[in-house]
């Protein structure tokens, strides 16, 4: 959806965004290991619980991104597959030596978003926190530095690619379990970050856009659902960097990284709001109340499962912050949801609705009768607000803790962090950001030299990039929907070869590759090989127009059969044989009476009919030549 706002402005507000998008590249195997790659969904064959928790840095430091984590106190379940995991990726044994067919993919498209490329390629650990690598890091390279694409007169800057493990697939993540599956864990990933050179919402989607077509048009990535995922950072003048992660279409970015410059926007109208009502940092104290006893005669339905459950309600109060409560950040969100994301995640509180607060008096149930006794026992004043929240006493007392961490950020402005695509086109929080400081070298890899020979060869391999294609195709005429199409299917290059060398009309040529399987192209090099054989067939006046389109659906249902088996089915009838010079005769005489409105007409009829006789392995135009070329007719 565009976003109603002008160009002029996200200017003004200072909009910036930069891209971070992960591609799985097509490989056989994983990256530090010799499992398969690839999906699974069947059953798993066993699973094991860990534990996250923090550790010094070298420096004395714990990361925030680690504290947040080990406050969730999350059982952590690995579902493992016997074909598809190992020792490796449950941090049980050192990595096996980079996959060099991963590293050639990465090399090639690093190249083809014109990248300067390393000398020599260093594995490093990125802290990975959430869970989803059972290591707490990731292991990735950098392959190429200061590439960029073209983007409507000017370049898109990228400041690095590069090569790193994929995380698991999260299967639920409700309360203290969340669930991983470990198929996807070590596929090879190419990770390309831009600068946050888009000045728009518009610019971001259509950068982003450009840049999944080239690489999905090298032939040398994989496709369909979960094969890609993009992260944006969005930033406005005042603000700071918010990003969205895991994003998973393309046409989602305009809007949601409209949204989240509308959220900075009101995320720096509160930091205002309270500058103005002499409201700091220093001044927040956030006094913490027992509510179980308070509240135990109340009919709230909320209240009364936590009575039955015997778990607790408390609240905290915060001086000045009356109405902030209800200050809208998001189209139907306001800052009380900025509170709950913070309560859902942390103190894993994350049933709806999780918490209540005093500017919506009829929130989550509660009565005027319930706020007057939560009021009464706050010493509540009409400029504070109160958040309630209940459930277990630990968590309670953790949510407790992150309400007022999370005021506290209100006083400064925008806080950095991740957050999530929910439904509605608007986002969630997820995890803080990670510190600047979360990689450092991997000992256990050693560094990979890049020759000038193997640069060489591999440039040789690559084709040139979307926007050089599209640029030569539309020289050939081929525009609009087919050229947007072809160029990043996995026909390109056969569609190509069809244009070029066989000369065929584009529409055709597009039409007949996709009578095609789609995934045999992605899959299997052999099968694009067999399928140019089948057009020399037509090439070669050995099979018509029409009977070209059965023969790829015959050889489509049995990829394997003898091509020559194949042609007999579908080979050109010779139109000067007797049984064609029967027919012409035998619809000659039948249609001598018939009416037609001209003598084309009687052509078109009679040379149907004999097309039809023979399933259309005729050669049309020399047919109606034939047939018209007949006094009588």
């Known amino acids: 959806m565009k976003s109603s706002r002008t160009d002029k402005y996200y200017y003004d507000i200072g909009f910036k965004c930069g891209l971070e998008i992960h591609q799985q590249l097509l490989t056989e195997k994983k990256l530090f290991c010799r499992c398969p790659a690839g999906y699974r969904n069947d059953r798993p064959d066993g699973q094991i619980i860990r534990h996250m928790r923090p550790t010094l840095s070298e420096l004395g430091e714990y990361d925030g991104t680690a504290l947040m984590e080990f406050k969730t106190k999350k059982n952590v379940t690995y579902q493992l597959y016997r074909e598809n995991c190992c020792t490796y990726e449950m941090d049980d044994t050192p990595p096996f030596p980079i996959n060099r067919e991963a590293l050639d993919i990465a090399l090639k498209l690093a190249m083809l978003l014109n990248c300067a490329i390393v000398d020599e390629v260093h594995?490093?650990?990125?802290?990975?926190l959430d869970g989803s690598i059972p290591t707490g890091f990731q292991r990735t390279a950098i392959v190429g530095v200061s590439g960029w694409v073209p983007y409507k007169g000017r370049k898109i800057n990228i400041t690095h690619v590069c090569l790193?493990?994929?995380a698991c697939r999260e299967i639920s993540d409700r309360g203290h379990e969340i669930v991983f599956r470990t198929d996807r864990l070590s596929m090879p990933l190419l990770e390309v970050i831009t600068a946050p050179d888009m000045l728009t919402p518009t610019e971001a989607m259509e950068v982003d856009a450009l840049l999944g077509r080239i690489l999905k048009s090298s032939g040398l990535v994989r496709r369909g659902i979960g094969s890609v995922?993009?992260?944006?950072?969005?930033?406005?003048?005042?603000?700071?960097?918010?990003?969205?992660k895991g994003i998973p279409r393309t046409g989602m970015i305009e809007k949601l990284t409209a949204i989240e410059a509308e959220r900075?926007?009101?995320?720096?109208?509160?930091?205002?709001?309270?500058?103005?009502?002499?409201?700091?940092d220093k001044t927040i104290h956030g006094e913490k109340y027992d509510l179980t006893e308070t509240l135990k005669k109340s009919k709230n339905p909320v209240i009364k499962k936590v009575r039955e459950y015997r778990r607790k309600i408390k609240a905290i109060k915060l001086h000045g912050f009356a109405g902030i409560m209800s200050h809208q950040t998001q189209p139907g969100k306001y800052f009380a949801d900025e509170i709950s994301g913070r309560v859902k995640v942390i103190a894993c509180l994350d049933s709806d609705p999780n918490i209540a607060v005093s500017d919506f008096s009829e929130s989550a149930g509660f009565t005027p009768q319930d706020w007057n006794a939560i009021k009464k026992e706050c010493a509540f004043k009409h400029t504070d607000a109160v958040v309630v929240v209940w459930g277990p006493e630990e968590d309670v007392n953790t949510a407790l803790s992150e309400i007022k961490i999370r005021a506290v950020e209100a006083t400064r402005g925008v806080p950095q962090e991740t957050r999530q695509a929910l439904a509605g086109d608007v986002t969630g929080f997820e995890r803080v950001l990670p510190g600047p400081d979360r990689m450092y070298?991997?000992?256990?890899?050693?560094p990979v030299k890049v020759t000038g020979d193997m640069l060489e060869r591999l440039k040789s391999e690559i084709s040139p990039p979307v926007y050089q294609v599209e640029d030569e195709w539309q020289k050939l005429g081929i525009t609009g929907e087919i050229a947007r199409k072809a160029v990043v299917s996995p026909y390109k290059d056969i569609f190509e070869k069809l244009i070029k060398e066989f000369r065929f009309p584009h529409q055709f040529a597009w039409a007949a590759l996709n009578r095609l399987g789609f995934n045999k192209f992605t899959d299997n090099g052999h099968y694009s090989g067999r399928v140019i054989e089948l057009f020399e067939f037509y090439k070669n006046g050995e099979v018509s127009k029409d009977?070209?389109?059965?023969?790829?659906d015959s050889f489509y249902r049995d990829i394997e059969k003898d091509l020559a088996d194949v042609l007999k089915d579908h080979k050109l009838v010779d139109i000067a044989s007797a049984e064609v010079q029967s027919l012409i005769e035998e619809y000659s005489r039948e249609t001598a009476d018939m009416r037609f409105a001209n003598g084309d007409d009687r052509v078109n009829y009679i040379c149907g009919r004999i097309k039809a006789h023979f399933g259309g392995r005729i050669d049309g135009a020399a047919l109606r030549g034939r047939v018209a070329g007949r006094g009588r007719v």
């Open 123 to 128: 594995v490093s650990r990125k802290q990975y």
């Open 264 to 280: 900075q926007l009101g995320l720096l109208g509160i930091k205002e709001t309270l500058r103005l009502r002499g409201i700091s």
């Open 229 to 244: 995922r993009q992260d944006v950072n969005v930033s406005i003048n005042g603000g700071d960097r918010g990003e969205i």
């Open 441 to 446: 070298p991997d000992t256990d890899s050693a």
């Open 547 to 552: 009977s070209l389109l059965g023969l790829l």
């Open 164 to 166: 790193e493990e994929d």
